[in-house]
């Protein structure tokens, strides 16, 4: 991941105006534009497969499941804007702001790179909690494991490291997602 050189801190509004990247992603922190690069194939296949087992399973009147590139609004000020990889909203409850997503989602899942840093990643979480997403996933190709984190005083503590079995998360009771059958063929 890299910043701008000489970065300036963004407002919103500065940020809204901004001309869409072309290939790669970038997330905003603190008003600073972060860029990183396109996500490789195997991530791209954790994606897809997880994807895959939530849309068979949720029932999209309810449920919004976004992946791929979008916007997760943590503030405004400083602006700070994360890109889960996937996400889980209940429709009743989803803000929408000029193309951004402006609520939490009841689970985000971030699937791991190996340039990623224990740092970014608590980074990644304060982040979270700090908006009330009740669940996070962190799903580690590289270890071939899926981590899940609650709230638990105030905080989002592990709570499980699963490597094989299925995972339900606790807002969609009706979803079973066998974990062996997220990781690349």
């Not at 300036?8 to 992603?25: C, F, H, I, N």
């Amino acid at each position: 991941m890299a910043s701008l050189p000489n970065a300036k801190t963004l407002t919103y509004d500065q940020w809204l105006k901004l001309p869409l990247t072309a290939g790669g992603r970038e997330e905003v922190v603190n008003g600073e534009i972060t860029f990183m690069p396109p996500n490789k194939w195997p991530h791209a296949q954790v994606v897809r497969n997880l994807v895959a087992a939530f849309l068979r399973q949720i029932d999209p009147a309810a449920v919004e499941l976004v992946f791929s590139d979008f916007g997760l609004v943590i503030r405004r000020d400083p602006l700070t804007c994360r890109e889960p990889d996937l996400a889980l909203f209940d429709r009743g409850a989803m803000v929408v702001q000029d193309g951004y997503f402006h609520s939490p989602p009841q689970l985000a899942i971030a699937v791991l790179s190996p340039s990623e840093t224990r740092r970014q990643i608590e980074e990644k979480l304060r982040d979270y909690e700090s908006i009330g997403v009740p669940e996070v996933w962190l799903v580690s190709p590289e270890a071939g494991t899926l981590e899940r984190l609650l709230p638990e005083g105030g905080r989002l503590r592990r709570s499980a490291i699963v490597a094989e079995g299925s995972l339900t998360p606790q807002r969609f009771p009706n979803v079973s997602i066998d974990i062996l059958a997220i990781w690349p063929e």
